[in-house]
């Protein structure tokens, strides 16, 4: 695999590498992918940090990707957006990578394999990342916390449509009690508490009807985020939330509320 630092300044390669990038296969699993924004003042002894965004339902992946470019020039950020697409395994999923397991795939392990080439092509620090997903990709983000809360730095959560509780006596999803026959792991409730966490929603987004037809009458989108702030605060969490006026259920409508929460974590 070719590392941007191994290109001669004036090779085409650098300008295909930073910016807006291509779509790469990820590395085990090219049924999935994801492409990248790196800024231009790159270089290979940046170390830049890494925010991973992850898509919704509808896996609008290049707006995206797009409205988190101010943010990643302003800090010198590589936003990362997988793209995890629908119809594997059933012609009609759209679900698939929500619960993080699917017709054998690990969508988690599939990010972490992600991250180890970002670090590998642009020399990125991916230790830890910052995480933001809406709608399906926010019941991705906490989900993957639960999992693997020693490589989230902080995770905003932007309006999802159902929840995972941190709650051993309820299975997965709804609960955290068969991780470690499902996943091979233990949640963590006192590790998953010390990571920074956003809940945000849109305050025209009650989400009723959509969830009553996606065969889950009687929930909405605030009662479950409040379920999730209630499980995280249980435990010692720190958690903001915030609701914006006048947004309904839009990545781009809750993305000034995710970006500030980043830049009050990158000013310390």
Not at 19 to 34: H, I, L, M, V
Not at 113 to 130: G, K, S, Y
Not at 176 to 185: A, E, H, L, P
Request: hydrophobic share 40%; proline share 8%.
């Amino acid at each position: 695999m070719i590392r941007v630092e191994d290109l001669p300044a004036a090779h085409p390669g650098r300008r295909l590498l930073t910016g807006r990038t291509p779509f790469f296969a990820a590395p085990t699993e090219p049924r999935c992918s994801y492409c990248a924004y790196v800024p231009r003042t790159w270089t290979p002894g940046a170390r830049m940090p890494v925010l991973v965004a992850v898509h919704g339902t509808g896996r609008n992946v290049g707006a995206l990707r797009e409205g988190l470019i101010p943010f990643a020039d302003r800090h010198d950020v590589i936003v990362v957006t997988p793209l995890f697409p629908a119809g594997i395994g059933d012609p009609d999923d759209v679900h698939n990578y929500k619960t993080l397991d699917a017709y054998g795939i690990r969508f988690d392990l599939v990010l972490l394999e992600i991250l180890d080439q970002v670090r590998e092509r642009w020399n990125a620090r991916v230790d830890t990342v910052m995480l933001c997903g809406h709608s399906g990709g926010g019941q991705f983000a906490h989900r993957f916390l639960y999992l693997h809360p020693e490589r989230v730095e902080a995770v905003a959560v932007s309006a999802p449509g159902s929840v995972t509780v941190l709650d051993s006596a309820r299975a997965w999803p709804d609960g955290t009690g068969d991780t470690q026959s499902r996943f091979g792991s233990t949640v963590d409730p006192t590790a998953v508490a010390g990571v920074p966490v956003l809940l945000v929603i849109g305050a025209d987004d009650d989400g009723r009807a959509d969830l009553a037809a996606m065969g889950e009458p009687g929930r909405s989108r605030p009662a479950e985020l409040a379920r999730l702030a209630a499980s995280l605060r249980a435990h010692g969490a720190a958690v903001r939330t915030a609701e914006v006026p006048g947004v309904g259920h839009s990545a781009a409508g809750t993305q000034p509320s995710v970006t500030a929460f980043f830049d009050d974590l990158l000013a310390g």
